[in-house]
C-alpha cells in the first residue's frame, strides 16, 4: 500500500498540475481524471493498512475514521481553498495543492520504505502483523503513514469539492 500511495500520489499531484496549467477544456478534464485517479488509489490503499493494522472488529471502524477525515477535509478545505483561490488564482492554488500533495507523498515513501511486499496468502498472520504495521510496534511509523493518508484525502477531497465550487460552477455558468 505504501508503494501504490506513493505513486498514486504523484499521479494526483501530477494531475493537478496539468489541471492548473491546462489552456483549453480537454487539458482540464485530463488533469481531472489524473488527479481523480490518484485520489481513488490512496484511499483503496488506506483501506488497506487498515486490514494490516487492525482486527477484523477494529477494521470496519478505522475505514470509517479514514472516510471521515475525507468529508471534514471537503468541508474545512472550502474556506482556505476560497481565500487562495481569490488572492492568487485558481491555477496557483492548484499548482499549490500539487505541491502538498508532492510533499505528503515523499512522507509516505518515507515512512513505508522499510516495509517489504508481502507474498499472497490465505490471510495476515500475527507473526507477519508483528513485522508490518501495527498499533503497538512500529507505532511512531505507522501513524505517520496514517497521516499521511489523511491530510493526502484532506488536500485532494477538498481541491475537488473547490473545484466544483469555485471553478465548475463559475465556468458552467458563465461558459
Known sequence: PGIVTTYFLLLGAFGAAVFAASTNLAMAVVGR?????GVSAVFIAGIRIFGYAFEAGGFSTATGVLMAVGNIGGIAAQAPLAWAV??????????????????????????TGKYKRRERGGGI??????????????????????YGLSIAIFLQYGSQMGYHGLWGVPFLTDV
Open 33 to 37: 481524471v489524473l488527479l481523480s485517479a
Open 86 to 111: 481569490l488572492r492568487f488564482g485558481w491555477r496557483a492554488s492548484m499548482y499549490a495543492v500539487a505541491l502538498l500533495t508532492l510533499v505528503v507523498a515523499a512522507a509516505v515513501a518515507f515512512s
Open 125 to 146: 498472520s500475527q507473526n507477519e502483523r508483528v513485522a508490518g504495521f501495527s498499533t503497538s510496534v512500529g507505532r511512531k511509523e505507522y501513524l505517520i503513514m496514517l
